[in-house]
């Protein structure tokens, strides 16, 4: 099977980690594989999935790749065990644990507040007390005062998740404490990840905010390191990722008034080359040179999307002077001697705004560098609510009730160190630069990803029929779209990026960005699925990125990681945490699992695992609180979709990776509760539903609407579902509800008896998948008409195609470019639904 990289090929020799699935039983557990390029390289690999028949169904490698000339490479199933070099070696103790990989050796803390020890590199201490900070702001409004606090890492676990011939992964969990009172806060999940034969240690980083909002304000979030540099003060230097390149700057300049060029060897300071002087032809050089300041302190700050700052100063007791803007950095800091030194760079540095590299006492025997994900140079964070009131009525948030808190919400960044013994050149600094702002990932064709059936129904594009081809330009303007309005919105934040917004207004020619439940997105009508089916069926890296940052976000902004409402996740709001309805579909595993399948990212792992007992939640917070009171004869109310939907795809998840028949078991149990009950899948839509048991009781008469239940991701969860199971009965059903669809009011209140009529089937387009798969199941053209006419007319789509030329440039506050119209409810759905249907139904358009 051919595997290509996501993006370029590497600029740099990296570790890389990727999932590849495969048909139902393909392939059996343990076996091994070979991966070649122009040569064999070794691979490490195991089963991240698999099939109810116990066949695997994805499996995680892991490689490093030396050569980044390979442009793609072939991953076979060997019959046969191959040889392996020695694995990483890891010492533990009862303090420390210490692992050894190639020339690089990291010692890691088991407890206190330091997290790494110490890191060489070939023999020579090149870093060491690595730990997290985090500052606080406390406010004093009356008396205008503030008071800060400064919270260090403590350790409170460590565990090596994994450790083979080519990679170590190493969690730590914890907290931060605070110096002065000891309280702590933040509680801090950071996976460092190791791989033969090289020098870069790559890191991510998780917090979970468990404060205050009116009281705990974080001032800077960040992870700092020392380390003990050599050399006179020309020979110290550090770099910056610019717009596109490093920029240079020594401790101490060969540039002086007398010599220009420093006697030929200024140019090849800034190039970080040491360099030696002839104690006797340059000495009136180095008395000049010595003359000159020295330069300690630097930092680069990246206040906004389209602004970065650098900055330097002699001493804390001296001003800052400018050194330069810039607009977008390239996130990577260097500072280094005459034995080489240590980069350091964030992903995302821009996007994730403000952010800031710091590196302080370049020249003394032991300097600082820090790495901040939240920057200490800019306002606080400040998580607190936009207002006192929830407004209902007026801008379509979810309940009365006040549940707006931050309280569990998370954030995810990844960071890398790596070492160097001797200076490395600026090209090579700004290749890696370059490197770590990519996503390192190999991939599967999409055809592959088709064949092997793991994610439900989908379609490869096909443009050998004008109308398909037609529809497939339409899909490509809607991302295309998507993209650019994420950029001229400037939709970036350290809290923001990933996220899309709701609902345009054309008359501020903005987004309702301030009107309740119209503002961000916060997976609505599950965009998050558009985005990946489009990556798995075109294989664009630009559409993997979005899909990307959406689920970092959506994972861990929108959903809550502690607290009471640990499983559940936030509906749209003005911010992000606001809505008073906490609901499982915003954090259903089904949005997710596609990173972490294509990925084997650990973090994600650990969120959709986190949501397996997520229906539990709901003993406390009954989604149906607004309109029933607490029933006797069961413990609490789930909707078939959105909420049954999701606790289907979150036991999904966990069957499928665990094989833990407990999760298999409740989907089962549900399913045939379903089977029972006079309309099926149309039940309800509100049943009765105990947690313990995974049972559903009829209970609702049909007076809620049924495109809430179908419009978060159900009709994939239940697709998928069908394939998985392979129960033809449950099949049936989802077809019933398609056909139901289409059915006349007079057909409805027929079959029912009365109680179900259009008053409660609204959004047509919205069950165009269902339809669709009606018409598959039963082989039913009429059907297949039906459902497209829901997805090409028109009147009942609320779209206006092509998109392209529906774009209007207007002068308001600066030029706009704007479809009045949009809706990123419509445009996910429509894409969603126009994906499925080319698979069921493509045949029949014409």
């Known amino acids: 099977m051919k595997l290509n990289w996501l993006e370029s090929p590497a600029h740099t020799p990296v570790g890389v980690s990727f999932g590849v699935p495969w048909k139902r039983g393909e392939l059996e557990k343990n076996t091994t594989f070979q991966l070649k390029g122009s040569n064999d390289i070794e691979v490490e690999s195991w089963p991240m999935a698999f099939w109810p028949d116990g066949s695997v169904k994805w499996t995680g490698h892991s490689a490093v790749i030396t050569d980044p000339k390979e442009e793609s490479f072939k991953l076979t199933p060997l019959s046969h065990e191959t040889e392996k070099s020695s694995i990483i070696k890891i010492e533990e103790e009862n303090s420390f644990i210490k692992i050894?990989?190639?020339?690089?050796?990291?010692?890691?803390?088991?407890?206190?507040?330091?997290?790494?020890?110490?890191?060489?590199?070939?023999?020579?201490?090149?870093?060491?007390?690595?730990?997290?900070?985090?500052?606080?702001?406390?406010?004093?409004?009356?008396?205008?005062?503030?008071?800060?606090?400064?919270?260090?890492?403590?350790?409170?676990?460590?565990?090596?998740?994994?450790?083979?011939?080519?990679?170590?992964?190493?969690?730590?969990?914890?907290?931060?404490?605070?110096?002065?009172?000891?309280?702590?806060?933040?509680?801090?999940?950071?996976?460092?990840?190791?791989?033969?034969?090289?020098?870069?240690?790559?890191?991510?980083?998780?917090?979970i905010y468990d404060g205050n909002p009116n009281v705990d304000f974080i001032k800077g979030l960040g992870i700092t390191f020392k380390t003990s540099l050599k050399g006179k003060p020309w020979n110290r230097h550090i770099r910056f990722g610019g717009d596109q390149a490093v920029y240079t700057e020594p401790a101490q300049l060969l540039l002086t008034r007398r010599y220009p060029d420093g006697k030929g060897y200024y140019p090849e300071?800034?190039?970080?080359?040491?360099?030696?002087?002839?104690?006797?032809?340059?000495?009136?050089?180095?008395?000049?040179?010595?003359?000159?300041?020295?330069?300690?302190?630097?930092?680069?700050?990246?206040?906004?999307?389209?602004?970065?700052?650098?900055s330097k100063r002699t001493d804390r007791n001296h001003a800052w002077v400018d050194m330069t803007h810039g607009s977008r950095s390239l996130g990577l800091a260097y500072l280094g001697g005459e034995q080489g030194g240590v980069a350091f760079g964030l992903k995302n540095f821009w996007q994730k705004h403000p952010s800031t590299l710091e590196i302080a006492g370049l020249n003394e025997e032991e300097s600082d560098f820090t790495l901040w994900f939240w920057s200490s140079e800019t306002e606080a964070m400040d998580l607190r609510h936009y207002d006192d009131d929830t407004h209902v009525l007026s801008s379509y948030e979810g309940f009365d009730e006040w549940r707006a808190t931050p309280t569990g919400i998370a954030n995810t960044n990844e960071c890398y160190l790596q070492l160097f013994s001797n200076s490395p050149s600026n090209q090579e600094l700004t290749n890696l630069a370059i490197q770590w702002q990519q996503t390192t990932l190999l991939t599967c064709e999409p055809e592959y990803y088709y064949e092997t059936k793991v994610f439900g129904k989908w379609s490869l594009p096909d443009r050998n029929n004008p109308l398909k081809a037609q529809l497939e330009q339409h899909l490509d303007d809607s991302f295309t779209f998507y993209q650019s309005e994420i950029e001229q919105r400037k939709w970036y934040g350290f809290w923001d990026y990933g996220d899309v917004m709701h609902t345009y207004d054309p008359h501020r020619h903005q987004w309702r960005y301030d009107v309740g439940g119209f503002a961000w997105q916060n997976?609505?009508?599950?965009?998050?699925?558009?985005?990946?089916?489009?990556?798995?069926?075109?294989?664009?890296?630009?559409?993997?990125?979005?899909?990307?940052?959406?689920t970092r976000h959506t994972s861990e902004v929108d959903q809550y990681h502690l607290g009471e409402y640990k499983g559940l996740g936030s509906r749209h709001n003005v911010k992000h945490w606001g809505c008073g309805c906490k609901e499982a579909r915003i954090s259903m595993a089904g949005l997710h699992k596609f990173y972490y399948f294509l990925t084997t990212d650990e973090r994600t792992l650990d969120v959709i695992s986190d949501v397996k007992d997520a229906d539990f939640a709901l003993l406390n917070l009954d989604p149906m609180r607004e309109f029933y009171d607490k029933d006797e004869s069961f413990p609490t109310h789930a909707r078939i979709g959105p909420d049954w939907s999701a606790f289907v795809s979150n036991w999904l998840s966990e069957w499928e990776r665990t094989e833990n028949k407990t999760y298999q078991q409740k989907i089962i149990k549900g399913i045939e509760a379903l089977k029972k009950m006079p309309r099926k899948l149309l039940s309800g839509p509100t049943l009765g539903y105990d947690p313990e048991s995974g049972e559903l009781l009829a209970f609702n008469d049909g007076s809620a609407s049924y495109h809430m239940v179908i419009s978060f991701g159900a009709p994939q969860v239940w697709m998928e579902l069908a394939d998985v199971l392979e129960d033809d009965e449950w099949k049936n059903m989802i077809a019933e509800f398609g056909e139901f669809y289409t059915f006349s009011d007079e057909e409805k209140r027929e079959r029912t008896n009365g109680e179900l009529s259009n008053q409660v089937f609204h959004w047509p387009m919205f069950s165009s998948g269902m339809v669709a798969y009606a018409a598959f199941v039963k082989s039913d053209p009429k059907l297949a008409e039906i459902a497209w006419k829901y997805l090409l007319d028109e009147s009942i789509t609320g779209m206006s195609f092509p998109l392209d030329k529906k774009q209007q440039k207007v002068q308001a506050w600066k030029e706009i470019e704007e479809i009045p119209w949009i809706s990123t409810n419509v445009i996910s759905q429509w894409c969603l639904n126009t994906i499925v249907a080319l698979e069921l139904i493509g045949d029949e358009l014409s």
């Open 269 to 310: 300071q800034l190039e970080g080359k040491k360099i030696v002087f002839d104690e006797v032809e340059d000495q009136d050089l180095i008395e000049h040179v010595s003359d000159h300041a020295v330069w300690n302190d630097f930092k680069l700050i990246q206040d906004s999307a389209d602004h970065f700052k650098m």
């Open 523 to 550: 997976t609505e009508l599950v965009p998050n699925m558009w985005l990946w089916y489009s990556f798995l069926r075109t294989g664009r890296a630009d559409v993997f990125k979005l899909a990307e940052e959406m």
């Open 100 to 207: 050894q990989s190639h020339s690089l050796e990291c010692v890691i803390e088991k407890q206190g507040e330091t997290v790494i020890h110490s890191i060489k590199k070939d023999g020579i201490p090149l870093t060491q007390s690595g730990k997290l900070l985090a500052l606080f702001e406390y406010r004093n409004e009356e008396k205008k005062q503030v008071q800060y606090e400064t919270f260090t890492s403590i350790v409170e676990t460590v565990e090596v998740e994994q450790v083979n011939s080519v990679r170590a992964v190493v969690k730590v969990t914890g907290m931060h404490k605070c110096e002065n009172t000891n309280s702590e806060k933040l509680p801090f999940v950071l996976r460092l990840y190791f791989h033969q034969s090289l020098d870069t240690i790559k890191m991510v980083h998780t917090f």
